[in-house]
């Protein structure tokens, strides 16, 4: 079945500084990838919806200047959370959409980033 | 908006015991549903979806979900349930036009041995 990696799965950074996530679709080419922030015991936030080829669309409230996101080929994504804060600290997902598999409902989710800022 | 509501937090059930967890949507048109499970400190895994057709929707690791349109619900159950099956569970329904999937708050569920 098609597979999402998401890595690095843990990391720890010091305030001030930028931390990468990456997300990749290993099977399939994913025009749309999405970013998800998770806090303890809350659901998914859908932070923005990352598009192949041009800019992301932020949801509300989400900072794009806080967090980037890249979206160079079709089979990865990554986010950037620049001058990382320990409020920043949360799980991180993607998910990517497998657009041959017939319909748009056919998300994948890779295994999460859990960040922590100190 | 659409929105989805697991009004319970948190469940303890025995092993063996059958299991039922609750969600409610709120959409205007036909929603596309869906059940995710995640187990601690991972990411999400698909348990089930609901797009049309039969209500009675069977999914992986032996559950299974029946959407009530006149409830607006789509509650999850499982039969008996494993020591393994402890998580969180999710209930998310999808904006086909939005392309957004939102998520309820989850329901964590905790099994007795």
């Known amino acids: 079945g098609a597979v999402v990696s998401q890595h690095p799965s843990r990391v720890i950074c010091k305030s001030g500084t930028s931390v990468k996530i990456e997300c990749r679709s290993l099977?399939?080419?994913?025009?749309?990838m999405f970013w998800y922030r998770q806090f303890p015991k809350k659901s998914l936030m859908l932070m923005a919806t990352?598009?192949?080829?041009?800019?992301?669309?932020?949801e509300q409230g989400v900072e794009k200047d806080k967090f980037l996101i890249n979206h160079a080929s079709l089979t990865l994504s990554t986010l950037t959370v620049t001058s990382a804060h320990p409020e920043d600290s949360s799980f991180y997902i993607c998910s990517a959409r497998d657009p041959i598999r017939g319909s748009n409902e056919k998300l994948f989710f890779g295994s999460g980033t859990q960040l922590s800022v100190l | 908006a659409q929105s989805v509501t697991q009004p319970d937090i948190h469940i303890t059930v025995s092993e063996g015991a059958s299991l039922e967890l609750r969600c409610n949507y709120s959409?205007?048109?036909?929603?596309?549903l869906f059940w995710y499970v995640q187990s601690p400190g991972q990411g999400l895994q698909l348990l089930l979806k609901?797009?049309?057709?039969?209500?009675l929707v069977q999914g992986i690791k032996g559950f299974e979900a029946e959407f009530k349109r006149s409830q607006s619900s789509f509650n999850l159950r499982k039969p008996s349930v494993h020591w393994s099956d402890a998580a969180e569970y999710f209930c998310?329904?999808?904006?086909?036009?939005?392309?957004?999937?939102?998520f309820g708050t989850g329901t964590q569920l905790k099994v007795e041995l």
């Open positions: 099977d399939f080419q994913a025009t749309t």
């Open positions: 959409y205007g048109a036909t929603p596309y």
């Open positions: 609901y797009f049309s057709g039969d209500t």
């Open positions: 998310a329904v999808f904006t086909g036009g939005g392309n957004k999937l939102t």
């Open positions: 990352s598009n192949e080829g041009s800019k992301a669309t932020y």
